[in-house]
């Protein structure tokens, strides 16, 4: 007699469907380390919006970025940082300062394309782009923030160059290090390079420009001025180009927190 037996299907299932539990535990442990890696990676490396103004340290020692925001602090004095100015390339060495003049008074033409011009409110006068851009003989708005260290001025700063066509006097007294001036022997001075920024005259600003070269944070938060400086190095820090383009501007910001607020008082009524 033939015998047969009979074999049950269901360790078999169970096995097939331990090791589905598995694989699909696997993918999703794996999933989950690519996001955590994918998220580690955008969080933490640099690009091109942050990237170009962070200093890059000279020293060993950990110093926080912008230490000159910091006032009275010790712990920031020391070798400064080499900030890795932009570098010429073949690429733009052709190009003359009249070219970059040209694109960005464009550029600016196109942002102020949908602008509501004053047109007598605010004791103002201009009704057109040319009644305010210096290069025209008009009058720029020109926006002082007086404050001091640790207000919020950057982020306020950020808003008002967020506005079309504005050029951005970002901290222009870096260079007299980290002081609060409040009266002789540097209020003159820092009264004289204020007023001579505001018409855009950067003659006789030799300490001001030389400070820039090693201190990117010094033209870097004027966005509009710094993606020239990045293409065209050559030109950022020459007179001869900062002053034609700076006059291309309808709108003026400048933050100062190194200065007393009773010492502004001529420069703000001065109606020039």
């Known amino acids: ?23 699909i535990g696997v993918c999703a442990v794996s999933g989950l380390c690519i996001l955590l890696l994918f998220a580690s990676h955008r969080f933490t490396s640099n690009n091109y919006a942050t990237e170009y103004f ?4 000279r020293n060993a020692n950990l110093r926080l970025l912008n230490a000159h925001k910091f006032y009275g602090s010790k712990s920031f004095s020391g070798p400064s940082y080499d900030t890795n100015p932009p570098v010429p390339t073949p690429q733009n060495s052709t190009v003359t300062i009249e070219d970059v003049l040209n694109y960005q008074r464009s550029r600016i033409a196109d942002e102020m394309a949908e602008f509501e011009y004053p047109n007598g409110a605010y004791s103002n006068e201009a009704t057109k782009l040319a009644d305010m851009t210096p290069e025209t003989g008009g009058t720029p708005i020109r926006s002082i923030i007086i404050t001091t260290w640790r207000s919020g001025s950057t982020f306020l700063g950020d808003i008002l160059n967020s506005m079309p066509g ?18 002789p022997p540097n209020d003159r001075i820092a009264i004289h390079n204020l007023r001579n920024l505001l018409k855009c005259d950067y003659t006789e600003m030799e300490n001001y420009l030389e400070f820039g070269k090693t201190h990117n944070y010094l033209f870097s938060h004027n966005t509009r001025l710094w993606r020239h400086c990045r293409l065209f190095p050559n030109f950022c820090y020459d007179p001869k180009f900062l002053g034609p383009f700076c006059q291309l501007f309808p709108m003026q910001s400048m933050k100062v927190v190194r200065l007393r607020a009773s010492l502004v008082t001529p420069l703000l009524e001065d109606e020039r």
Do not use: A, W
């Open 1 to 23: 007699m033939e015998k047969v037996v009979l074999t049950s299907s269901k360790p078999r299932q169970q096995e097939t469907m331990s090791r589905r539990i598995n694989l």
């Open 54 to 57: 962070k200093p890059r340290e």
């Open 166 to 183: 504005n050029y951005y006097h970002y901290e222009p007294l870096l260079d007299f290090d980290i002081v609060q001036i409040r009266g």
